[in-house]
């Protein structure tokens, strides 16, 4: 079946600008997952999404960042007021939670934001 | 907190020649480990992953890793690399249901 789609794929953005990262899970996956992938900093996660709900968001690295998710499936990143240091690959995830497989995550392909 | 660490940046190998890629992790509970490969461009696919049971657990495209609770380790071996294993691998630790604490990566590189 289809897996987790990310839109766009690459975003190039002028700093201080808004900008909305998609994800769509892998259909009947309740549990969504943002990371953050940048050169010197690894994979970082930065927030999950139980449902439409999000019981952590500990990993957002400051208040210009927002998630949200409606309907138990799409979600959306936005990112305000950009600034360089955003610039990383926004990974995408989800899984289905209450099973045996709840800890298998599933990666979209990512999107490359370039804040200029 | 949960850690982990791959301890090898870059690892070059010939193809058909095997493979052992190291991961530690710092974790007060049984772990939930996995290893992910990414290749360029590409998302991070699932390997393999270890729950419970069995120390050695099987995955696709040939990898195996054994889980060593004394030694805090998860390494992951393939006996013998093709061209198109050349990608970064990824360790991680699961710790609750929804974070997992990836190591730094361990890029491969497969030479003919």
């Known amino acids: 079946g289809a897996g987790v789609s990310q839109s766009p794929s690459n975003k190039v953005t002028e700093k201080g600008k808004d900008v909305e990262l998609r994800c769509d899970p892998i259909s009947g996956h309740t549990a969504l997952y943002w990371y953050r992938q940048s050169l010197g900093q690894g994979l970082e996660f930065l927030i999950y999404?139980?449902?439409?709900?999000?019981?952590?968001k500990s990993g957002l690295p400051s208040d210009r960042f927002s998630a949200e998710r409606t309907g138990g499936s799409v979600s959306t990143l936005t990112i305000q007021r950009t600034q360089q240091e955003d610039s990383a690959v926004y990974l995408c995830?989800?899984?289905?939670?209450?099973?045996?497989?709840?800890?298998?995550?599933?990666f979209g392909p990512g999107t490359r934001l370039t804040v200029t | 907190a949960q850690s982990v660490t791959q301890p090898d940046i870059h690892i070059t190998v010939s193809e058909g020649a095997s493979l052992e890629l190291r991961c530690n992790y710092s974790?007060?509970?049984?772990?939930?480990l996995f290893w992910y490969v990414q290749s360029p461009g590409q998302g991070l696919q699932l390997l393999l992953k270890?729950?419970?049971?069995?120390?050695l657990v099987q995955g696709i495209k040939g990898f195996e890793a054994e889980f060593k609770r004394s030694q805090s380790s998860f390494n992951l071996r393939k006996p013998s690399v093709h061209w198109s294993d050349a990608a970064e691998y990824f360790c991680a630790v699961g710790a609750g249901i929804h974070k997992l604490s990836f190591g730094a990566g361990t890029t491969v590189t497969v030479r003919a």
């Open positions: 974790y007060g509970a049984t772990p939930y």
């Open positions: 270890y729950f419970s049971g069995d120390t």
């Open positions: 999404f139980q449902g439409n709900s999000a019981p952590d």
């Open positions: 995830a989800s899984s289905s939670v209450g099973t045996g497989n709840s800890y298998e995550q599933y």
